[in-house]
């Protein structure tokens, strides 16, 4: 891929307007005066000037400063002894052209060392009779460029009117693309910022299309990071040079921005490579008039997307909490996000680290979370995805069954495999350590907030106990079969009772309940337990002793290390069911 900056016609830099050498050599003041320096025929030249040498121009003056100029002397001032170091001096210096006026054939002849040097840095040399004087030649420049001016002027005005009344109208952003399509006869290509393409327009009847996934790859090259986060306060026209599968691509782009902040791209796709220079510049005025209506209409189309995520979130929070004022609201929401409310519904509840209430790019995540969800679904059951505190939820629509295909195995099948999909698509496009939780189907819309609370129920219990990056409520079966014994009076005695000591000695012998647990899970392995604790045998042996003691019960017994095993599930779940039921219960 090779690129060339280019900044666009109108952005006040001499360099970057102006006319051709070779335009001018097309009128008559010029015609058939070019001697020397034909390499620089598409040099710009802006301005004329009369030759100062450039010894005597003073410190003020420095390279660059006489960018896209003529420089109009006399043969009989030039310093012909120092010909080639002056010629040099001045293409530094930007010049563009250099018009020496001969008054006679012997200066003529004698101009050939001057032709040499302008040959050597590609410097034009247009050698004039005495008729064409430093007058006439700055006049013969400024029309021109004054002309060539006000019709990038104009054109840019005319394309500004076109895509504000499409803009005015509200037609969105295809329109948009395809307005610019039609009025530049290329394709328009507008990147988010995600390097997702959100629009695309062809000129009408299909001239110029692009070859199957050659957009797609067009993006893949030019949306990266530094190009769309990195923007600088200066609009800044790139004309790029790319290789797709083979085939030379020209493209024109620049950054959408709103007051500093990057929104994206706005790509147009040139029919030819390279493109005629005329097409150039027009396209360059394209796209410059083009973002700012574009950042306008991506700025419209957020406003108009934050507002809907609100609403959707609420309508979520409602659903998983069933806090609605009526079956009439219900309905009534329910009905605008195609929501069957006799439907039959699971939740999903996806965690991660990274995923912070505060941080402002949940908001982000949020988006990227949805993008998932959809690249999981690819049917027409209804789901929905909102941001819940540090928690993206997902309520999933279930394929109604009846007889033998509502297998309580069937079921779990599917719900297990939604699960693992959605875990495998948000990790691609979110974050590496990302879990899965969900609890069981239930049926109506009234049923989201059961399933969300097992949904909850076995995230909660996911962070005490070890289980699988993708965990269901049915796989801790166990913690469902002790429920009611822990809620009881009798059964949160008891796990106090049991695991105080061990609480007790912790201050002395570290975690002490940490400790017999890893020994349990291990299935009484010592050197296991040893291992996964870091610690050497002998001192798991000395806590292990020193746990029987506080117990006054051998842990090494399966009588004590059941009795621990309940003691600690029960805490567990009970810790987690007092939290859910302060969330989950109805404001006062």
Not at 453 to 482: H, K, M, N, P, W
């Amino acid at each position: 891929m090779s690129v060339s900056h280019d900044h666009g016609p109108g952005d006040g830099s001499p360099g970057n307007i102006g006319v051709t050498v070779a335009s001018l050599l097309d009128e008559d003041l010029f015609e058939g005066t070019l001697v020397g320096g034909r390499g620089g025929s598409t040099n710009l030249v802006a301005w004329c000037l009369p030759f100062v040498a450039p010894g005597a121009r003073g410190p003020a003056v420095s390279l660059g400063d006489l960018n896209g100029a003529a420089i109009c002397v006399s043969f009989a001032q030039f310093p012909v002894r120092d010909v080639g170091k002056v010629v040099r001096r001045l293409a530094e210096d930007g010049v563009a052209m250099l018009v020496i006026t001969c008054n006679n054939t012997e200066e003529e002849r004698d101009l050939v060392h001057v032709i040499e040097a302008a040959d050597e840095v590609g410097l034009p040399l247009l050698a004039v009779g005495s008729r064409v004087t430093f007058r006439e030649a700055s006049r013969l420049i400024a029309t021109k460029v004054l002309a060539q001016e006000t019709h990038v002027l104009e054109y840019g005005v005319r394309v500004h009117r076109i895509l504000g009344d499409v803009f005015a109208r509200g037609a969105g952003l295809t329109a948009l693309a395809q307005t610019m399509a039609q009025l530049s006869d290329t394709t328009v290509l507008i990147v988010g910022n995600n390097a997702e393409l959100l629009a695309e327009g062809s000129p009408r009847g299909g001239r110029h299309d692009l070859a199957p996934g050659a957009a797609d790859r067009i993006v893949e090259l030019l949306a990266t990071t530094s190009r769309t986060d990195n923007a600088g306060p200066e609009l800044a026209v790139e004309v790029i040079a790319l290789d797709i599968d083979g085939d030379p691509v020209q493209v024109v782009l620049a950054p959408v921005q709103i007051a500093g902040g990057p929104y994206g791209l706005l790509i147009l796709v040139e029919p030819s490579c390279p493109a005629p220079p005329h097409a150039l510049a027009q396209h360059k005025v394209m796209v410059e008039q083009g973002v700012s209506l574009t950042g306008s209409e991506l700025l419209r189309m957020q406003s108009v997307r934050e507002a809907e995520e609100r609403a959707r979130n609420d309508f979520v929070h409602a659903l998983l909490h069933g806090r609605f004022t009526d079956q009439l609201e219900l309905v009534a929401r329910a009905e605008h996000y195609q929501l069957p409310v006799d439907g039959r519904f699971a939740v999903f509840i996806v965690t991660t680290p990274a995923l912070k209430p505060e941080d402002a790019s949940a908001q982000r995540i949020g988006r990227e979370a949805e993008r998932a969800v959809q690249s999981v679904v690819s049917d027409d059951l209804s789901t929905l995805t909102a941001v819940v505190g540090s928690m993206v939820v997902v309520v999933r629509q279930m394929r109604s069954r009846r007889g033998p295909d509502r297998d309580p195995a069937q079921v779990t099948q599917e719900l297990k495999e939604f699960g693992a999909q959605l875990h495998r698509a948000m990790r691609q496009r979110l974050w590496d350590d990302v879990r899965v939780s969900f609890g069981r189907p239930f049926n109506g819309a009234t049923g989201v907030a059961m399933s969300y609370r097992e949904a909850r129920t076995a995230e909660g219990l996911a962070r005490r106990v070890q289980t699988d990056e993708v965990c269901s409520y049915a796989d801790l079966r166990v913690f469902a079969a002790i429920e009611e014994a822990a809620t009881s009076a009798a059964g949160q005695s008891f796990a106090a009772e049991m695991l105080a000591p061990l609480k007790q000695m912790d201050g002395q012998s570290g975690n002490l309940e940490e400790l017999v647990l890893a020994y349990i899970e291990e299935s009484g392995n010592l050197n296991a337990a040893a291992r996964r604790l870091h610690l050497h045998r002998n001192t798991m042996l000395y806590k292990l002793e020193r746990a029987s003691r506080a117990l006054q019960m051998d842990v090494r017994s399966t009588e004590a290390q059941f009795m621990i095993w309940l003691a600690h599930h029960i805490t567990a779940l009970n810790d987690v069911v007092a939290s859910l039921d302060e969330e989950l219960s109805p404001p006062s």
